[in-house]
């Protein structure tokens, strides 16, 4: 294989070259694939789908994390839904929180991540992190904890992950929230998937009683323009609640909150 090339559409996609192949894998739920490309660093797979790259993780990740921490006034417990890469846990760790847990449905992600991807995957060391090996939607009917913010950071919304947009998934996820919690879910691309972000903005608005919906340049996503939906709840609507001091970010800022929930009229005008 000397390139790469995952189809956003019948006639569009991504090409990468690839420099070498560092890991193929079927695992029990996925083709998982980590390649070397020149630009971008290190690319990890998931069936035929780039899921993240050393190059541009910082911005899928600060971006999922950041927005959600800051809209708390005091975020304590976290739940992450999928990220077995590590990528989201690093960000989630940077605040003073006491636990964050994290449901991954397939381990095979987080043993590759912590070999190839240690900048992301580091932070399952830390005492503060319990990772539960599971389909979260089976998970989540058994739990009872509840949490202050919930991060989604799935696949796309197809085979194994479609679920994680379902009503019934997001019904059970509202057991675990408080009044004032954040959740808050990587919603695709608004070039590509514009139906499935209207689905996931109108389950959040009803199941969650309101949605906002921000955006983030992601080169190595399709349209390479990225799509997160988020619900504040009883705290309604986007604001910086908290100002913790943060090392290390790259893409996000405080100046930058508000602006990223202005979004584009064709997106604006889609979901409604
Ligand atoms: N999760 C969302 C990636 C979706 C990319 N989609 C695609 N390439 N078609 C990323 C997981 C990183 N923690």
Known sequence: MDSFIEHHSNSSGLYLKVNKILHSERS???EILVFENEFFGKVLVLDNLVMTT??????YHEMLAHVSLRSHPNPKNILIIGGGDGGTLREVLKYPINKVLLVEIDEKVIEVSK??????SSSFNDKRVEVIIMDAIKWVKNESRKFDVILIDSTDPIKIAEGLISEEFLFNLKKLVFENS???MQSESPFYHIDTIRTIYQRFKKIFSNAYIYTAPIPTYPGGYWSFTISFQSLEYPKIRNYYFIEDLKFYHDEMYDAVFK???FLKDAIE
């Open 28 to 30: 029990k739920y996925q």
């Open 54 to 59: 050393t190059k541009d993780e910082f911005i």
């Open 115 to 120: 070999k190839f991807f240690s900048e992301l």
């Open 182 to 184: 954040i959740v808050c």
């Open 263 to 265: 979004i584009p009229k």
